[in-house]
C-alpha cells in the first residue's frame, strides 16, 4: 500500500495550494482518510478528515480554510487550503486507516494520528510573510 502525496511549495501568505495524495494498493472508498502536518520542533497535528459517508471534520485553527476532499474512482484525496498563514508553515501527511469506517467510531478517534495505519511520504508547504 502506498500513499503518495503531492502538491507542496512555496506560497505567499493569503495564498492557496492544493495537495493531493494519490492510494495504490488498496482502496480506501470505505475508510477515514486525513491530513495532518507537523511543522518543526512540534507534534504532528491533525488538520483535515474525511469519512467513508464523505462527512469532513477540521480543527477551528484551519476551519473555513482547508476543504478535504475525497475522488472514489481515482482513489484520492485532496487537500484545498486557502487564506495561508505563515503559521501553516510544516511538512503535510495524508494517511489512511486500515479498518472500515462506521457510525459507531467517534470523529474524536480520527483525529489522532496513532489512528491512521497508512502514511504518505510528506509534502512541505512553506508559507512566506
Known amino acids: 500500500v502506498q500513499l503518495q502525496a503531492s502538491g507542496g511549495g512555496l506560497v505567499q501568505a493569503g495564498g492557496s495550494l492544493r495537495l493531493s495524495c494519490a492510494a495504490s494498493?488498496?482502496?480506501?472508498?470505505?475508510?477515514?482518510m486525513g491530513w495532518l502536518r507537523q511543522a518543526p520542533g512540534k507534534e504532528r497535528e491533525f488538520v483535515a478528515g474525511?469519512?467513508?459517508?464523505?462527512?469532513?471534520y477540521y480543527p477551528d485553527s484551519v476551519k473555513g480554510r482547508f476543504t478535504i476532499s475525497r475522488d472514489i474512482a481515482k482513489n484520492t484525496v485532496y487537500l484545498q487550503m486557502t487564506s495561508l498563514k505563515p503559521e501553516d508553515t510544516a511538512v503535510y501527511y495524508c494517511a489512511g486507516e486500515r479498518f472500515v469506517d462506521s457510525s459507531t467510531v467517534t470523529v474524536d478517534f480520527h483525529k489522532r494520528a496513532d489512528s491512521y495505519d497508512f502514511w504518505g511520504q510528506g509534502t512541505l508547504v512553506t508559507v512566506s510573510s
Open positions: 494498493g488498496r482502496t480506501f472508498s470505505r475508510n477515514a
Open positions: 474525511i469519512r467513508w459517508n464523505g462527512g469532513t
